[in-house]
């Protein structure tokens, strides 16, 4: 569960990369599939701070990454929080290509999430290995709206995208949370 809960977060970054781009400002569903888990969330999206919520069988958890303060916070159901430096793989690229990306080609069009799409092939080097990814890209908003490995191992896709001003108070670790330590 703990991978997953990565993998979403990654996923979320991948998308983030082109929304941080233009400053936009939403909301939108998260469903994230790895293998034969899957998990499914909400993220909400500021200039330069981001929210992924997701429901778990603990309870729901929560992430909030503050590029301003080089800061994460994540929420517990039991009302306490850990604070930890932002790591640099979180943060989201400011250019909406993917990180590594060493080619990309449009393939055709498609709907998801209720929006058309360009879908691109995309090769991204990671650490020497080449890798294929799909990508549908949103050119209205001009975001990803679903990311998938070419061999079905992993697919983050993206609906309900609501764009608009989100509440400041999504971004900042809500009154009555007590701060805690990482356990290691």
Do not use: C
Not at 2 to 22: C, E, I
């Amino acid at each position: 569960m703990q991978r997953l809960w990565s993998v979403l977060v990654v996923g979320a970054t991948l998308w983030l990369s082109a929304a941080a781009a233009f400053a936009l400002e939403f909301s939108a569903e998260q469903t994230t599939r790895k293998g034969a888990q899957s998990m499914s969330g909400k993220i909400y999206f500021q200039a330069d701070r981001w929210r992924v919520e997701m429901a778990s069988p603990d309870g729901p958890k929560v992430a909030i990454h503050r590029l301003d303060k080089a800061v994460t916070w994540l929420l517990f159901p039991n009302r306490t929080y850990v604070e930890m430096p932002l790591r640099f793989d979180q943060i989201p690229q400011w250019a909406p290509k993917i990180q590594g990306e060493v080619g990309r080609r449009l393939v055709g069009t498609d709907k998801v999430g209720g929006r058309k799409t360009e879908k691109y092939e995309v090769t991204v080097d990671v650490e020497g290995q080449k890798m294929v990814l799909y990508q549908w890209v949103a050119p209205d908003i001009k975001f990803s709206m679903k990311t998938a490995s070419a061999d079905g191992s992993f697919e983050s896709a993206y609906s309900y995208v609501k764009l608009g001003q989100q509440p400041a108070q999504l971004f900042e670790v809500p009154a009555g949370y007590t701060k805690v330590s990482m356990q290691r």
